[in-house]
């Protein structure tokens, strides 16, 4: 058999490796090409390579014919040693002088010494260390081991990095070199290193203390270098190298990573919770169906309320502050409506109390008076008798409105019926002592929003000085403004005009353009919007004087010059114009429906008169808003309609119908007008009387109710004995554009009568707390489209 020279080399390098001090051979006695194997192996072991291959072939490895019939034959005969060596060279005698286990020359992966461990030491290590620590001391001063902290830190933050970019491999090895010799110079920095390693891998208390006290004992830390409450230096702290920016942007990633993260933890619990929420809504839902959407909707109701109250205690609050400066204190108030009804029910029962005992004394020859007397009797018993508390309040109240004082209106303007004889002008002329007051007002249109009833009206005042000789200066003025349909007049006062204080010479002009914004709506029986009327108060300047002196001022003036009357009139436009048939029969029917406001005679049972009480006008009734049904603002009804209804509560039934009036409607204008018939019949055993009442009225398209209530029905308070009733008819003229494509309805009303129950002689109130008799809803619908 014959061997390649190259796997007979290999095979003794892989020998030489595995090889121990005492010479052994892996073959058998075995002869081969020219000698034995054990020759041939001492021959390579102390022959070079190069005598191998010369051996080799001069022994005819080299020197073969190539045939192919002798390749064959020593192909064969190689498999057949080939088969026999590998049963008989396995080796039994050799072991590792590392791990005493046995060596395989064959196996692939043999054995290797392994490489001591930097942290995991042995304990001969560790030993060594532990006696090496009694003979630590420290060879520097102080001053050479600052020195010694500032090199090394010059050489690791400069001169290697200067080093490494000129590409200097000699210069920076030598220079490292520098490094570690000063770095193992101080022997506080192989301390450090153990201390930092003992508490990094938490090694007993005792061996931290030994080290912290050998730290100590080498004379601590160098000079210039802090050591924070973790016990030992980094490397970092040692050379006092900063945060790279690879490593700032990689916390700062991390951060910014970690609030991501927060962040998603936090929407993820967020969201369990809104679907646990929602799965118990649903569970709820299931459970007790349409409870959710009433709780909904009397929280709405209650934000609503809320925020209502709010706003009317800022405005009343407001109102206060503006009547405490004009008055100088808070005026009396009643603090809720239900405790100004009781003051009212008790001051009536006083009162009634009072006549029954005058009757009862047989008072009774008293004189009868014409009626020219009794009104002076009836004003000079107002002059001299004490107001009452309502008096008080309304005064209180009327005062507070806006911040302006008030003062009892002009009869036919609240009723809105105005006398043959006065004379409905827009202007007016007067002249008193030398001034002469001209005014002239016009309807401004473009500041005018009558569906809001809203009406802007401009009036133009000039003042003229006749006087030939004196030099007038105006000081201030006074107007009484009266809407129509108001029982009270609105005082304007106050400092000079336009906020100026002009000085007129003789036969000098003062002309100035105001406007008047009224909050009104127009009343078929008149023309006008408002009266007014004033005065200008002025001093007459003497020779030489530039203007007033101060205590002419503060005197007010020493004279008045009366602005005359004049009225706001509507435009031909916006005025209500009744229209009246040829016939007689529609004659008679006008004449009924214009006293469309009094009280029709029921034919069950007359109403009874109210006691004395009862007789004072009520207040003027107010008016605020609510938000609408959603139905009524998008047209799209969702109940029945209907222009009539009837309730029953409290054993008084209220009954309504309701029909539209052509003639007093004008489509193009959005103005249409609908007269309504109520009914309110007594069902009860006990006398009743009507004290007030609350109407809601909401127009098709708007968003809100408007709100009316106040005392008294149709200026009364009718009281109703058992099976009685009172029956009256008025109207309701709305300015709104129906939406004829939807529905034919104008509008929705409803509402509810106040009253009380009486005792059998109908004379006094058996309780103070009154109670509700509902007007049912019913709607105002265009019979063109119904």
């Not at 021959?43 to 191998?52: E, M, T, Y």
């Not at 920095?189 to 080498?218: C, H, T, W």
Request: glycine share 6%.
């Amino acid at each position: 058999m014959k061997f390649q020279p190259i796997v007979l080399a290999l095979f003794v390098m892989e020998a030489e490796a595995f090889m121990s001090s005492t010479p052994w051979s892996p073959f058998p006695t075995t002869n081969l090409v020219g000698g034995s194997s054990n020759d041939m192996l001492s021959q390579a072991l102390v022959r070079p390579q190069s005598d191998l291959w010369a051996s080799a072939s001069g022994s005819g490895f080299l020197d073969e014919d190539d045939n192919e019939d002798d390749d064959e034959d020593d192909e064969d005969e190689d498999d057949d040693e080939e088969m026999e060596l590998s049963s008989t060279r396995r080796y039994t005698g050799a072991t590792s002088p590392f791990t005493g286990m046995k060596l395989d020359p064959w196996d692939p992966n043999p054995l290797i010494k392994p490489r001591p461990s930097r942290i995991f030491k042995e304990d001969l290590v560790s030993a060594s260390s532990q006696n090496s620590d009694e003979d630590l001391k420290q060879t520097m001063s102080d001053e050479e081991r600052k020195e010694n902290l500032q090199v090394m830190r010059q050489i690791r933050k400069s001169d290697l990095p200067d080093l490494r970019m000129r590409k200097d491999h000699a210069g920076w090895v030598e220079a490292n070199n520098d490094l570690k010799r000063r770095y193992a110079k101080d022997p506080w920095f192989m301390v450090n290193e153990r201390l930092r390693d003992a508490i990094q891998l938490g090694e007993p208390d005792e061996q931290v203390e030994y080290l912290k006290s050998l730290a100590e004992k080498v004379g601590g830390p160098p000079p210039g270098l802090e050591i924070g409450a973790k016990g030992y230096a980094v490397h970092t702290e040692i050379y006092e190298i900063g945060i790279s920016p690879t490593r700032a942007a990689s916390m700062l990633e991390r951060e910014i990573r970690e609030e991501r993260a927060a962040r998603g933890r936090a929407m993820m619990a967020e969201r369990m919770k809104n679907q646990e929420k929602a799965q118990r809504q649903y569970e709820e839902d299931m459970r007790n169906p349409g409870l959710r959407e009433d709780r909904e909707a009397k929280e709405r109701r209650e934000r609503t309320m809320r925020r209502l109250m709010e706003e009317i205690e800022a405005d009343n609050k407001k109102k206060r502050e503006r009547a405490k400066e004009i008055l100088g204190k808070v005026p009396e108030t009643p603090e809720s409506r239900t405790k100004a009804m009781e003051k009212a029910l008790k001051e009536a029962r006083d009162e009634v109390l009072k006549i029954r005992k005058e009757q009862k004394e047989g008072e009774s020859g008293r004189k009868k008076l014409s009626a020219a007397d009794e009104e002076e009797d009836d004003e000079d018993e107002d002059d001299e008798r004490p107001k009452s508390g309502a008096d008080r309040a309304r005064e209180a109240a009327a005062a507070a409105a806006g911040g302006r004082p008030r003062l009892p209106g002009d009869e036919d303007v609240t009723r809105g019926e105005l006398d043959e004889s006065t004379k409905v002008e827009s202007s007016s002329s007067t002249t008193t002592g030398p001034l002469q007051v001209e005014v002239s007002s016009v309807y401004n249109k473009e500041q005018s929003d009558p569906p809001m009833r809203k009406h802007c009206f401009q009036y133009t005042i000039r003042i003229t000085n006749n006087s030939p000789t004196d030099t007038i200066q105006l000081l201030g003025r006074r107007f009484e403004i009266q809407t129509v349909g108001s029982s009270m007049k609105d005082i304007v006062q106050g400092e000079g005009v336009t906020g100026r204080t002009p000085v007129l010479k003789p036969g000098e002009v003062f002309e100035y353009t105001s406007t008047a914004p009224l909050s009104v709506r127009p009343i078929g029986t008149t023309i006008i919007a408002a009266r007014m009327r004033g005065e200008y108060r002025y001093v007459v300047l003497a020779p030489g004087q530039q203007t007033a002196s101060t205590e002419q001022i503060q005197a007010g003036g020493e004279a008045k010059a009366e602005l005359g009357t004049f009225h706001f009139i509507f435009p031909e436009d916006q005025r209500v114009k009744p229209f009246r048939s040829d016939t007689e029969e529609d004659d008679a029917e006008d004449d009924d429906e214009e006293d469309e406001d009094e009280p029709v005679a029921s034919t069950e049972a007359k109403p009874s008169p109210a006691p004395a009480a009862s007789a004072a006008p009520p207040a003027p009734s107010s008016t605020t808003t609510l938000p609408g049904d959603k139905d009524m603002k998008s047209g799209d009804i969702a109940v029945p309609l209907n222009d009539s209804s009837e309730a029953s509560t409290e054993d008084v039934r209220v009954q309504v119908t309701s029909s539209y009036r052509p003639e007093r409607s004008d489509d193009a204008l959005g103005k249409h007008c609908f007269a309504y018939n109520i009914r309110i019949t007594n069902e009860s055993n006990k006398p009743i009387q009507l004290v007030s009442r609350r109407f809601e009225i909401q127009t098709i398209g708007s968003p809100n109710k408007d709100v009316v209530q106040g005392a008294g029905v149709t200026g009364r308070q009718p009281i109703l004995k058992p099976g009685e009733s009172f029956e009256y008819t008025s109207t309701a003229p709305l300015s709104v554009r129906p939406i004829t494509d939807k529905t034919p309805v104008v509008a929705r009303m409803q509402g509810e009568y106040n009253f009380v129950r009486l005792t059998e002689d109908a004379s006094t109130p058996v309780s103070s707390t009154p109670l509700q008799a509902k007007l049912a809803m019913f709607h105002f619908i265009l019979p063109a489209i119904a």
